[in-house]
């Protein structure tokens, strides 16, 4: 049945940023469709994160990590393969942003972007994919942004950031999809996140997104559910190397 490609049984998964947001619902996506979370963040918030997956009859562990510091993967790789002896799914999600006109960005800001949203993507991800490669497949799911094809204002490092990621996301679709692993990413419109909290509480900028929306609305986290098991799954088996978009239409305006 088609269904089954679909199933997650079985299959460990880490996912960054964990703790609120995209990466509770892509976290509780995966955990609905069968599979066993390490749960990723900095927050308190991954407890509650946690219970909820639980509470599904999964598996699940939490730990706290400042991914902008490159020591803290090995910590991430060595709790998983410690509880669970592998990983089958890696859900990048971890990142900031830091608005400020271009005239303006300190180097500072720059850095602290630079370091979370890419360095420590790129590394997080060789981390799983030197597990993945022991057993020939795995899955890889970068989170990237629309900036990545568009740029945006007052958001310089990070449209940098996130459009290397995607960049990214090819060459370890070119080196590792011999090994049997699968590297996409998913680029998300406005979503109704913290991140973009202060763009959704000005209602002059909110009115003007909205107008550019086709969809009219703001995208829920739990709609990337679908798209994050179809991407953790078999049914993507052939899907390589590609920067999905869901953005409720902003694009095609």
Request: charged share 25%; with cysteine.
């Amino acid at each position: 049945m088609v269904l089954d490609l679909f199933r997650l049984d079985g299959k460990v998964a880490i996912v960054t940023g964990a703790s609120r947001g995209l990466g509770e619902s892509m976290a509780l996506g995966l955990a609905e469709a069968g599979a066993d979370i390490v749960l990723v963040g900095r927050s308190d918030g991954l407890d509650e994160v946690l219970r909820k997956i639980e509470r599904l009859g999964r598996k699940a562990i939490a730990v706290r990590a400042d991914l902008a510091e490159i020591k803290s993967i090995k910590t991430v790789m060595d709790a998983t393969l410690e509880a669970f002896g592998k990983v089958d799914i890696l859900v990048n999600n971890a990142g900031m942003v830091r608005r400020a006109p271009v005239l303006e960005l300190t180097e500072a800001d720059w850095d602290a972007v630079m370091e979370l949203n890419l360095k420590s993507c790129f590394f997080m991800a060789q981390a799983a994919a030197r597990d993945m490669v022991k057993r020939k497949q795995g899955k890889i799911i970068n989170v990237s942004s629309i900036t990545y094809f568009w740029g945006g204002t007052r958001i310089p490092a990070y449209a940098a950031s996130k459009a290397g990621v995607s960049q990214f996301t090819k060459s370890l679709c070119n080196e590792l999809a011999k090994d049997g692993i699968n590297v996409n990413a998913i680029a998300p419109g406005y979503m109704a996140t913290d991140i973009n909290k202060d763009l959704r509480s000005d209602p002059e900028k909110s009115i003007e997104l909205l107008a550019r929306i086709p969809a009219g609305r703001y995208g829920h986290p739990d709609e990337l559910k679908g798209l994050t098991v179809y991407l953790a799954s078999q049914a993507s088996n052939y899907m390589n190397g590609t920067t999905v978009v869901m953005d409720g239409g902003w694009l095609a305006r």
